[in-house]
Structures are given as structure tokens and as C-alpha cells.
């Protein structure tokens, strides 16, 4: 055994302590390096949590700029992230749920979405991997539903997986109402544009297309179709005598009887002021037509209840059927509407089938008016004068203006040919006033030359006598011609006097105040009241030469010849009779009083340079008769 001597057991023990404080602090720095690293790590995950931190804060911030409410939402509906704007879904002063699910907040259910009410927007997104949108309805916070676009886009993992989805949403009520509202206006316009705001029928526009497609229809089924064109008779009297607003109570009763009288699939239209369609699909024959149209008749028969009166109203009809008569739309048209014209030509209140004939006849009419314009310009148009003379004596009193047309290829056109087409198209007007202004500036012109004057006797149509400017455009003509009121006299009919009473009293007023002569023309044709004839500023009453004709042979008619004569003197008139074309029937009218006359028996209407020889011989001897046949015996008149 071997002792270590005192100075080795020293170095020994001094080294053995070494070593011991050499592990000691080798021991320290480790746990002091452990120490660091925990203290690194922790300070590491301070700063990664605060990054994440000032990561969401900013995140945050910018999903609370957006306007729109934006949320985060996972795979398991919960709200990872909402903006301010997603509060609008909570009640106010109301904080989010501890755990929000997106359905529970936005639509305040308790199950997401399901294709029955409304498309979950993360199905889509499960579904599609793209982003979805969808329109929902939300509940907001104050309880009122609103509408939003929803737009969900994906949000993955890094592994590729799906986490959720960020969801914005953009309230589209608004924009929606006003859409709605537009559409509503754009239904309304086009309705305005294919009905007739009157009647609520279907006008020209819509016609024209339900009259295609229910043609092609027609094609298909292979059955025929028929148009009615309906037009009602002498409706302007209507309006001129009761006013416009009777002429529409009585239009929408037309139309609500027409709908009465047909059958569901039938179409009625309105295409002008008193004009009517109606379209018959699948019709057996022509007899089921002809059925239809006499029951229009019998509806359109019955009184319109106009105020305190009835009226009554009659209908002509034209008939064209398709494939018979026409292929296309206007051709079938225009072909109902000659026929209706040929129905108002046979006494009207009747329907008539169309023919090809009558295509002619509206032809004609057309080229009829064309020329009639044309005359207007080229001065194809004169103005005639029948004399008219005292029954007495045989003196000339007066000229009665007349208009006539020398057509250069068809020579002398008729008045009964272009004057009702005149008034139809409204020429009578210009017509009516080239004609005042002629005859003022003729008689004028004969008084300036030296003749001695005498009154000359202008027609006036319904249409002019109507015209707002009527006395003005007297006044201007006068003015122009330095014509004296008193040498014109202007004739209206019964049925003009008539319309609009109070008015004509009025017009008729003004014109007696200027000094112009007014007469009643073919009277004892109309439907004129005593009562009311008497408050007319009449002057003379013309016998109408319908009673003129057959005086000598009729006892009617020499009764009634006889009984406007007696008027018309008990009331101060002055009385002329037209149409007088025998010395016999002049002799009656004189025996019975009558003070005036013309026709035949003295003179055609004949040109200005004719008429102009009866004022020569007038001034030659002015206290003779200008023109004495065997008639004007002495001692004859009363």
C-alpha cells in the first residue's frame, strides 16, 4: 500500500478542488446559457405574437375601411373576422356572440343556409373551389330585412386546404327598388305605347303585331280569320253638339260592349277617333262571321246613357277574311276598311264583305284626293254664281257662290264627288276660305267697276264654321276686300246650327254685329227646334229643293213648302227657294209667299264672266227685271 506523502495529498487536494470548481462553473454557464436561450425564445415569441398582433390589428383596420360588411368565416361557419361595417347585423349597443356563427349574426338562425331559402355561399365555394356570389336576404340589427350581393372568395391553407372563406357583402336594396321602379315605368310605357289611353284596347301599333302573329296562327292551324273594321256613324256630332267629354264616356261604353259581344280569344282594337277593330280567329265560316257582326250591330243599337239623354248610335262594318281575301296584315286592312266605306255607302248601320271591286272604289279615292290637292295648287278650282231674283218682280237680288273643279283630263268633277271628300280629309277648310276670299273680292271688284250691288250668299262647312279663327279669318278677308258687311251673307244648315247651341249663338251674334246677312240652308231637312230658331240673328230661311221638286204634285210637300214660308215671314225672314225648274212650281212658291228663287228656270250657277252679264243687264235698267219668264205675270204676287 502506497502513501501519498502531505505535499502530494496537497496538490492532490488542491487539484481535486480545481476540477470540482471547474465543473461548478462549467455547470453555471450552461444553466446561465439555458437561461439566455429561454430568455431569446421567449423574447423571440413576444415579438412573433406581437407581430401577429399588429398583423390582425392591421388586418383589421383595413377590413373596417371596407363600407361593405366583410367577414372571415371558417369551414365550420364560426367568424374568424368581422368589420365595423358587420355590425349593422347586431342590435345596437350589442357586441358580438362569444362564439359567432355566420348564419346566427347575419340571418339570426340557427342553421346555415340550405338551397331552399337561400344558397349558403361556403357550400358554393366547397363545391366550385371558386368564389361564389349570391343574393340573400339579411336580418339587420333594427330589425328590417335587407337585400345583399354576397360575394364569398376561398381562403386556403399552405397545405392546399380549405380554411374558410372571406365574405363581403353590398346591400343592393336600393339599386333593386330602383330597378323595380324602372321596369315598372318601362312596362308602363310600352303598355302607353301599344294600348289606347282612353279605352285601355290595343291601338294600331299592338294590333299590327297580335294581327301577325295571330295570321301566322291561322297559317299553322289552317283556319281562317276574319277582320272587322267597325267605324261609328256621324259620331263627330257627338262631339261637336255635346262636347268631347260625352265623345269618350260614349267610346269606352263602345269598347265595353265590343269585349261583352266577343268571345275570350277575339281582339279588339282601337285605331282611331271613332274606329274599331276586331279579329275573329278560327272561324268555320263565313255565316259565323256574318252572326258576329249583327250582334255588334243589335250591342251598338242600344241608347248611350250621355247625362240627362240618351243617344243612339249607329255602326258600319267591314269584313275581310284571311286567307281569302288578303296574305299579309295591311293588305287585310285596307281591304275591311273599303268594305266598311262601301257598308256607309249603302245607308251605313250594316256590315258588307269585302269584294275586290271595292278595292277600286277606295282607289279612286285616294287618287280623288290626291287631285283634289293638286287642284288647289294648279288653280283647277272656280268659283260659280247662281243668280237668285224676286219672285215678284223678276229683279236679280243676289248671286249664290259655288264651288266648282275643272279637272284638265276628267273636265267638270262633281260637288257630290270632292265636297264630302273634302270634308272627310279636312280640305273644306282651305277650300271654304279660298272660296270667302274669292267671292269678297270678286263682289267688290263688280262694285268698283260701276254695277250696282247686290249680296252674295257664301256656303260654310260644319268644319269651318267650327275652326277657332272663323270670325277672325271673316274680319281679315272683309278688311282685305274692303268689302261692306252687309252685301255677304253667309248660309250654315240646320244640323250646324244645332251643334254646340250656345256656342253657335254666339259665332252667329258676332257675325249680325260686323253686318254680315246669315241664312239657314236646306231647311226643313234638319232637326231644328222652334223654340231654339227664334234666338238664332237669322235673316233669311232657304226652302230646300227636296220639297222644291214636287210642290206642284206632292201635297206634302207643298204643305211643308208652305208652312216654312209662313215661318218665315211671321219671324220677319226673307224666304228663297232652290231648285226651281218650272214656271209652275215658281208660280206656288210666289202664291204662297215665297219671296225669292233660284235654278234652272233662271239660270245654272255659271262662271264670273257670265254672272257679270246678269249685273250688266241689271245696270242697264235698273228698275226692270233682269231675266222674266211667263211666271213673273203681273198681278200674281202677294
Not at 505535499?7 to 455547470?27: D, F, I, K, P, R
Not at 249583327?294 to 284571311?322: C, E, K, V, W
Not at 270670325?471 to 261692306?484: K, P, Q, R, T
Not at 232652290?578 to 219671296?595: M, N
Request: charge should be negative.
Amino acid at each position: 500500500m502506497t502513501f501519498l506523502s502531505l505535499q502530494q495529498a496537497s496538490v492532490l487536494a488542491q487539484w481535486t478542488l480545481g476540477a470540482s470548481a471547474m465543473v461548478l462553473a462549467a455547470c453555471q454557464v450552461y444553466r446561465l446559457r439555458e437561461m439566455i436561450g429561454a430568455r431569446r425564445e421567449a423574447a423571440r415569441r413576444r415579438e412573433a405574437e406581437d407581430a401577429l398582433q399588429q398583423e390582425r390589428v392591421f388586418l383589421q383596420t383595413v377590413i373596417d375601411g371596407v363600407a361593405d360588411p366583410t367577414m372571415v368565416v371558417d369551414t365550420e361557419h364560426r367568424i374568424l373576422m368581422m368589420n365595423q361595417a358587420s355590425r349593422m347585423y347586431l342590435p345596437p349597443g350589442k357586441d358580438a356572440p362569444a362564439d359567432p356563427h355566420c348564419y346566427r349574426v347575419v340571418h339570426g338562425s340557427e342553421r346555415p343556409c340550405s338551397a331552399e331559402r337561400e344558397i349558403c355561399p361556403l357550400r358554393e365555394v366547397r363545391r366550385t373551389g371558386k368564389t361564389a356570389r349570391v343574393v340573400h336576404r339579411h336580418l339587420m340589427g333594427d330589425g328590417r330585412t335587407r337585400t345583399f350581393e354576397v360575394s364569398a372568395s376561398p381562403l386556403w391553407n399552405p397545405d392546399g386546404s380549405l380554411r374558410g372563406i372571406i365574405q363581403a357583402a353590398r346591400d343592393i336594396s336600393d339599386r333593386l327598388a330602383v330597378e323595380a321602379t324602372l321596369r315598372e315605368n318601362q312596362d308602363r310605357l310600352d303598355y302607353l305605347a301599344h294600348h289606347d289611353p282612353l279605352t285601355s284596347l290595343p291601338n294600331r301599333l299592338r294590333l299590327n303585331q297580335r294581327l301577325r302573329e295571330m295570321m301566322e296562327g291561322a297559317r299553322k292551324d289552317k283556319m281562317p280569320l276574319a277582320l272587322l273594321f267597325l267605324d261609328l256613324d256621324r259620331f263627330k256630332n257627338i262631339n261637336d253638339s255635346l262636347g268631347h267629354e260625352t265623345g269618350d264616356q260614349v267610346l269606352r261604353e263602345v269598347s265595353a260592349r265590343l269585349l261583352e259581344s266577343l268571345r275570350g280569344s277575339d281582339l279588339v282594337a282601337r285605331v282611331g277617333g271613332d274606329e274599331f277593330v276586331v279579329v275573329l280567329p278560327q272561324v268555320e265560316d263565313m255565316k259565323t262571321v256574318a252572326v258576329v257582326a249583327r250582334n255588334i250591330l243589335r250591342a251598338m243599337g242600344r241608347g248611350f246613357r250621355a247625362g240627362p239623354q240618351d243617344l243612339f248610335l249607329s255602326t258600319s262594318i267591314g269584313i275581310s277574311l284571311y286567307p281569302h281575301d288578303a296574305q299579309d296584315a295591311e293588305s287585310l286592312l285596307k281591304f275591311a276598311d273599303a268594305a266598311m266605306y262601301r257598308a256607309k255607302e249603302e245607308g251605313r248601320n250594316n256590315y258588307q264583305f269585302y269584294r275586290p271591286e271595292m278595292n277600286l272604289r277606295t282607289r279612286d279615292l285616294l287618287i280623288m284626293e290626291g287631285n283634289l290637292r293638286k287642284a288647289m295648287e294648279e288653280d283647277q278650282l272656280q268659283v260659280f254664281y247662281q243668280p237668285q231674283f224676286d219672285l215678284r218682280n223678276g229683279k236679280l237680288v243676289g248671286f249664290e257662290a259655288l264651288l266648282r273643279w275643272n279637272h284638265p283630263e276628267h273636265g267638270m268633277v262633281s260637288p257630290g264627288e270632292f265636297i264630302p271628300l273634302a270634308e272627310e280629309t279636312g280640305l273644306i277648310v282651305p277650300l271654304g276660305h279660298w272660296v270667302l276670299q274669292t267671292v269678297c273680292r270678286q263682289a267688290r271688284d263688280w262694285q268698283i267697276q260701276g254695277y250696282t250691288p247686290v249680296r252674295f250668299a257664301v256656303n260654310i262647312s260644319a268644319r269651318e264654321f267650327r275652326q277657332p279663327d272663323f270670325i277672325d279669318h271673316v274680319d281679315a278677308v272683309l278688311e282685305e276686300s274692303e268689302l261692306d258687311p252687309h252685301w255677304l251673307e253667309l248660309e250654315i244648315t240646320e244640323t250646324i246650327a244645332m251643334r254646340n247651341f250656345e256656342d253657335t249663338i254666339m259665332t252667329l251674334t258676332d257675325l249680325k254685329i260686323r253686318g254680315v246677312h246669315l241664312a239657314i240652308d236646306d231647311f226643313g231637312t234638319g232637326y231644328s227646334s222652334l223654340g231654339y230658331l227664334k234666338r238664332f240673328p237669322i235673316s233669311k230661311l232657304k226652302i230646300d229643293q227636296s220639297f222644291v221638286r214636287d210642290i206642284d204634285r206632292d201635297q206634302n210637300d207643298a204643305a211643308i213648302a208652305g208652312s216654312i214660308i209662313a215661318l218665315g215671314r211671321n219671324m220677319n225672314m226673307e224666304i228663297i227657294a232652290e231648285g226651281v225648274e218650272t214656271e209652275e212650281q215658281s208660280r206656288l212658291l210666289r202664291e204662297k209667299g215665297c219671296h225669292q228663287g233660284q235654278g234652272f228656270l233662271f239660270s245654272p250657277a255659271v262662271p264670273a264672266g257670265e254672272a257679270q252679264d246678269f249685273l250688266t243687264r241689271k245696270k242697264a235698267s235698273p228698275g226692270s227685271s233682269v231675266i222674266r219668264p211667263a211666271c213673273f205675270a203681273q198681278g200674281q204676287s202677294r
